[in-house]
């Protein structure tokens, strides 16, 4: 029950106001057929030469005519139009009541006239211009008297069938049209109203999966560069401490690790606080990628005492700085694994700029790897994060290592320019 009642306050909410014709119309269809039969009736019944049996004869028909209107038309449910065979029926019993009734007395044509207005709900189209054409014909055939004399009566009466059926029925249809645009036009509204609002919800899905996403990118981002920095600034502290502490007996060593601590503690400090703030590296901010690729090695091979040779092939393009930012970060991924894994005595780091790609290589001749094994390994962070950086950009990382024969790292970028943007390069 409270199902029903909720369905219908919808169907009322929702349903279109009627305004004008189309809330009036059919309160005076309904009404209109009553009104006119009781004035109709009452001037017969004050006609003063009528006898009181052929008023009461008028009187029953009129109540049967009221009956029947009232069964047929008043009761029948909305639409009307879609009971095509009720609507028929009760238009050719209507005009039934209609004729005899005129034929008793013409003043009846007065109840007739609501033929104009009922053949409205006749389907199809076709039979509402034929009902009224009929009650046209029925009116005007017994108010005027058949058969005519004269081909002047005769074109008179045809004339007005003619344009009484034109002006009711071409009414009846322009107004349908009408209905039916109207009615388009509506739908059109609510459909267009529905998909603003689906519009609205989908953009505010949107709008939180990109915030969502956003959020867990910035948390790969932090994840990516607390390993590029702190994590890779904190294992050289703790190696330099722990040479420090070996070298207790060698004052310039002991020194030389202790300045090197300090200053891996003060860069590491550096890069945290730019990372936080999404900054470039500090080696590109004041120098081409080239330049920042030999300055890391030259301070890697400072502090862990193992020869780079770097060396860079092709024409040097200034790259956009995304490109140089990973480029950078792969290369001090890979000089880190060296320092902690392959016991390398030498190191080459290449940068080629060949057509549409720059390819970083980075060479030890260290105790090398089977690449299976530590790919299949997730804890090894280092190679991930190269290749998640890498494929972010379209990029592409590849490994050649073999156990005792050293480790050969590539990584390829395509070329893509830098932009002018407040200073990035």
């Known amino acids: 029950?409270?199902?029903?009642?909720?369905?219908?306050?919808?169907?009322?909410?929702?349903a279109p106001e009627r305004t004008?014709?189309?809330?009036?119309?059919?309160?005076?269809?309904?009404?209109?057929?009553?009104?006119?039969?009781?004035?109709?009736?009452?001037?017969?019944?004050?006609?003063?030469?009528?006898?009181?049996?052929?008023?009461?004869?008028?009187?029953?028909?009129?109540?049967?005519?009221?009956a029947w209107v009232f069964l047929l038309y008043s009761r029948a449910p909305e639409p009307r139009e879609a009971n095509q065979l009720r609507m028929v029926v009760y238009f050719a019993g209507f005009l039934l009541f209609a004729s005899v009734l005129m034929a008793r007395q013409p003043l009846f044509f007065i109840?007739?006239?609501?033929?104009?207005?009922?053949?409205?709900?006749?389907?199809?189209?076709?039979?509402?211009?034929?009902?009224?054409?009929?009650?046209?014909?029925?009116?005007?055939?017994?108010?005027?008297?058949?058969?005519?004399?004269?081909t002047e009566a005769w074109f008179m009466f045809v004339t007005i069938i003619v344009v009484q059926t034109l002006a009711f029925g071409g009414g009846m249809i322009i107004s349908d049209r009408l209905a039916e645009q109207s009615e388009q036009r509506r739908q059109a509204?609510?459909?267009?109203?529905?998909?603003l609002e689906e519009n609205a919800a989908l953009q505010a899905q949107l709008v939180a999966q990109a915030r969502e996403a956003g959020a867990a990118e910035e948390r790969r981002r932090m994840a990516r560069e607390i390993h590029d920095t702190l994590a890779q600034g904190l294992t050289g502290i703790i190696t330099q401490l722990g040479a420090l502490e070996q070298a207790r007996e060698r004052p310039d060593d002991w020194q030389r690790h202790l300045n090197n601590a300090m200053e891996l503690a003060r860069e590491s400090l550096r890069e945290a606080r730019r990372s936080v703030n999404a900054l470039r590296p500090e080696p590109l901010e004041s120098a081409r990628l080239p330049d920042a690729l030999a300055n890391v090695a030259q301070k890697w091979s400072a502090l862990n005492g193992v020869p780079v040779q770097v060396t860079t092939s092709g024409t040097a393009i200034d790259l956009h700085g995304e490109l140089e930012f990973v480029l950078l970060r792969t290369a001090q991924e890979a000089l880190a694994n060296i320092a902690r894994h392959a016991h390398a005595s030498r190191v080459g780091l290449t940068l080629s700029y060949v057509g549409n790609s720059v390819i970083l290589d980075i060479r030890d001749d260290g105790v090398g790897f089977t690449v299976s094994e530590v790919e299949a390994d997730s804890s090894g962070y280092g190679l991930v994060a190269m290749r998640e950086r890498l494929r972010r950009i379209g990029g592409q990382l590849s490994i050649e290592s073999e156990p005792g024969a050293g480790t050969a790292i590539s990584a390829a970028v395509p070329v893509l320019p830098a932009v002018e943007n407040g200073g990035e390069r």
């Not at 119309?25 to 309904?30: E, K």
């Not at 006119?36 to 003063?48: E, G, S, Y």
């Not at 053949?119 to 054409?133: D, E, S, Y």
Request: no cysteine; charged share 10%.
């Open 189 to 195: 509204v609510a459909e267009l109203q529905a998909a």
């Open 1 to 14: 029950m409270m199902a029903r009642e909720m369905s219908e306050s919808q169907s009322r909410a929702t």
């Open 111 to 150: 109840f007739a006239i609501t033929g104009f207005f009922h053949a409205a709900v006749l389907r199809p189209r076709a039979l509402t211009v034929a009902g009224v054409a009929a009650t046209s014909i029925i009116i005007n055939t017994i108010i005027t008297g058949f058969p005519w004399q004269t």
């Open 20 to 66: 004008g014709w189309d809330r009036w119309g059919p309160i005076i269809g309904n009404w209109l057929p009553y009104l006119l039969l009781a004035i109709a009736t009452a001037l017969t019944l004050l006609q003063a030469n009528a006898n009181a049996r052929e008023q009461l004869v008028t009187l029953l028909l009129a109540f049967l005519a009221a």
